[in-house]
């Protein structure tokens, strides 16, 4: 991907099938050109995620992912020593001295790499994804501080691995309580929220270039009605493609009640919200389909 | 250092850096936390993007010196201003007056006309084409006598003229048909528009830009999204976290005995022969909570409630000795809920769902929910615990039991009180505000962020934070 400028990074996105806003283009910008990780905050299936995976399919660049969950220590993100194999080596190396063996376990070879070791230690430069960031506690923020600043990671036995190739850094959070002061400092701020009308309609037609326009566009103001109901889980941009993908399926030519009742369940997903929308959208579809502009 | 992208665009104008350092001295002073760093990522950001494109500029700046939601809100309110101001400073310097120029052709103009163009404009939502109407609007008044001086006054009264208002139109005069309804937000835009020429024309006529006043309350205030000031309370209460953590400690130690378990004993001596010669003890039962906190959810404390379950929230992430009630009839418990939510929207529908509070009539009943509290922790109320009670004190006419209040103020080492109200309201009607507070070690109104943080300062004995 050429990063000359925003228009050329929003191009390249594009023709990996991620239409990014204005803001969002900017960024993965900035990111390349000053090097720094994107923290990427928003509702949940706004594409936070895809946003990291469209940087790494338009800069053909390998994705390494870390999911983050709360208990995810060093071990599991960083690396580990691989002491059964450091166990063999003491027992096969039974004439070694001491001094000779204890050299030897702890180099390269005993290291087991986790993602955020591969990302660092990778020859070719890749695309780094730390999701859903806030998942994790305060602590591991602590350690990732070193990675996300120097791109440097510090072993006590091996000294320093420093980035051999700058990686694209994306960090992922739904907010679901608030980040360091520290981490933020480092990190380039987007916040991604739905997408306007015309933005998602876009984004359906590219997914599902097979739905005629009325229709898609019927399938985008649905949608948008119902995010703007007090859900449990207002549906993410990737179920509205998921329904229109359905829509056709049916061979469905507008969306009535009776079919918005059939295939509800693909955007609406817990009981209380299934009632709440049949209620309150479904209603409304009994009207006939306005006549579009 | 030489960009490996090729040659750098060309650099602002100058001044540039001057103006953007003020802007970051701007946001801080609203609270903002800019760091030297981000100042310095966001002058690196500027020079990879055009300046000349506002758009480009606007959103560099905000990805690297806004770095949460509600910053990235008083980001465009300030930017906003700022930039206006700064150019309309720079035009009085420079002696620039456009005022006969830009109302061209206002003197031309039929009002119904106008009308009819503005309308259009909104409903179509077309930013530039609103910018002028607005400037034509504001001339075309100009000639009916002169503004009343006032900015606000003056927006709403062409408002009104132009006949302006949100939702479903009434039907023409003429029976044209139906107007299309008109959406709040674009009619909100127009407004603004009206506001700032009216603004530029002032400050024109004056020569000088009126005093920049910190945002107001209300546009920053809390309530209406409370992910948003999450953060906000949540530093209040890291604060008082620390403050409170060293309350108390004179009174622990090793005070308190063990106990002999005379069970574990009696076996224990089975070893030798039925004398008792090793005493077995009770193993210390764990510290019981220290922080109680009350919450009145009742429909009279609507708008506050959000902000009071947010503060409730950020107190679980603070402290692991807490428990929690939410109390509208009756007291319920809710420190599970806090305990196994980690989100704060979950937690508030959780509330609202298995609380159980609301029975019958939905009234408050202070009295009640005081005899309640007391019965269910009577014995774990010890001189160390704090209590704190968030309501309004509106008992609508039912017994206050004040005396009760006062055995679990007197059991309690500290109790205090927001009151989500302003003082002035304290006691009128059926607020019994004044018989509660005598027993409290302190009573604080507390609707924002900022009551909150003077609380915490009271209690680490400083001085309530000034208006």
Redesign the interface.
């Known amino acids: 991907m050429a990063?000359?400028s925003?228009t050329e990074v929003k191009e390249a996105l594009a023709k990996v099938g991620y239409l990014a806003d204005?803001?969002a283009a900017?960024?993965s910008?900035?990111a390349q050109?000053?090097e720094?990780p994107i923290?990427v905050?928003g509702p949940a299936g706004v594409g936070k995620t895809e946003l990291a995976k469209a940087l790494s399919r338009a800069s053909d660049r390998e994705l390494i992912r870390l999911q983050c969950y709360e208990g995810l220590d060093e071990a599991k993100a960083l690396y580990e020593w691989n002491y059964r194999k450091q166990l063999l080596r003491i027992q096969a190396g039974g004439e070694d001295g001491w001094s000779d063996v204890h050299d030897d376990i702890f180099n390269a070879e005993f290291l087991l790499e986790r993602p955020l070791m591969q990302a660092i230690a990778s020859p070719e430069p890749v695309v780094l994804l730390i999701d859903e960031i806030d998942k994790t506690d305060q602590e591991f923020e602590a350690m990732l501080l070193e990675l996300l600043s120097d791109f440097q990671i510090t072993i006590p036995e091996l000294g320093r691995v420093a980035a051999t190739t700058m990686p694209i850094v994306v960090l992922t959070s739904n907010?679901?309580?608030?980040l360091t002061?520290a981490l933020?400092?480092r990190?380039?701020?987007?916040?991604l929220d739905y997408p306007e009308l015309e933005r998602e309609m876009e984004i359906v037609r590219l997914h599902a270039p097979e739905l005629p326009e009325a229709l898609a566009r019927r399938l985008v103001e649905v949608v948008q009605m119902v995010r703007a109901l007090d859900l449990?889980k207002p549906p993410s941009i990737a179920e509205s493609i998921d329904w229109a993908r359905t829509l056709l399926l049916m061979g469905a030519e507008d969306i009535d009640q009776e079919t918005f009742e059939q295939s509800m369940s693909i955007i609406v997903k817990h009981r209380t919200d299934i009632e709440l929308v049949a209620e309150r959208v479904g209603v409304k579809l009994a009207e006939p389909l306005r006549p579009q502009a | 250092m030489p960009?490996p992208?090729?040659p750098r665009p060309e650099a602002g104008p100058p001044g540039l850096t001057a103006k953007l350092l003020g802007f970051c001295e701007e946001l801080r002073g609203e609270g903002v936390?800019v760091?030297t760093?981000?100042i310095l990522?966001a002058f690196?950001?500027l020079e990879?993007?055009r300046w000349t494109s506002r758009?480009?500029f606007r959103?560099?700046l905000?990805?690297?010196i806004?770095?949460?939601?509600e910053d990235?809100r008083l980001f465009e309110l300030l930017f906003e201003r700022w930039f206006f101001r700064s150019a309309e400073a720079e035009a009085i310097e420079r002696g620039i007056d456009e005022r006969d120029r830009r109302y061209e052709g206002g003197d031309r103009l039929d009002l119904d006309e106008l009308r009819e163009q503005v309308r259009q404009a909104i409903v179509e939502g077309d930013d530039g084409e609103m910018r002028d109407l607005a400037r034509l609007a504001i001339s075309a008044f100009g000639r009916q006598g002169e503004g009343s001086g006032v900015v606000g006054v003056d927006v709403q009264r062409i408002r009104r003229t132009l006949g302006l208002s949100a939702g479903q139109q009434p039907p023409a005069e003429d029976g044209a048909g139906e107007l299309p309804p008109i959406d709040r937000e674009q009619l909100n835009a127009f407004e603004r528009h009206l506001r700032r020429e009216l603004e530029r024309d002032l400050i024109e006529r004056t020569a000088t830009l009126p005093p920049s006043r910190p945002l107001a309350e209300l546009d920053r205030a809390l309530p209406t999204s409370p992910?948003q000031d999450?953060?906000a309370v949540?530093r209040a209460v890291s604060q008082m976290k620390r403050r409170l953590a060293t309350l108390g400690h004179e009174q622990r130690g090793r005070r308190r005995g063990r106990t002999v378990d005379v069970r574990r004993t009696m076996r224990a001596s089975l070893e030798t022969g039925g004398v008792p010669l090793r005493l077995r003890y009770r193993p210390k039962r764990p510290r019981r909570p220290e922080i109680y906190v009350l919450c009145d959810v009742s429909t009279s404390v609507t708008s506050a409630s959000v902000f009071f379950l947010s503060v409730l929230h950020a107190l679980h992430?603070s402290f692991r000795k807490l428990r929690s009630f939410v109390f509208i009839e009756r007291i319920s418990e809710v420190t599970e809920v806090f305990e196994h939510e980690?989100?704060?929207r979950a937690i508030a529908?959780r509330i609202s769902s298995e609380g159980g509070v609301a029975d019958v009539s939905g009234y408050t009943d202070y009295g009640r929910v005081w005899l309640e509290f007391l019965a269910e922790i009577s014995d774990e109320l010890d001189p160390r615990s704090t209590v704190i009670v968030l309501g309004d004190a509106r008992t609508n006419g039912r017994e206050p039991h004040a005396e009760v209040f006062a055995q679990i103020a007197e059991r309690a080492g500290r109790l205090f009180w927001l009151n989500p109200e302003p003082k002035l309201y304290w006691n009128y009607g059926d607020s019994v505000m004044a018989a509660y507070e005598r027993h409290c070690d302190g009573a604080f109104e507390c609707w924002t962020t900022r009551h909150l943080e003077s609380f915490v300062n009271v209690v680490a004995g400083g001085a309530p934070a000034s208006d």
């Open positions: 990063v000359g925003v204005e803001p900017l960024v910008f900035l050109r000053l720094k923290l905050e907010n679901s309580r608030e002061e933020k400092r990190c380039l701020y987007l916040w449990k | 960009s992208y090729g936390a760091g760093s981000e990522d690196a950001a990879q993007v758009e480009d959103e560099a905000a990805a690297t806004a770095k949460s939601q990235r992910t999450l953060a949540h992430d980690r989100d704060f529908q």
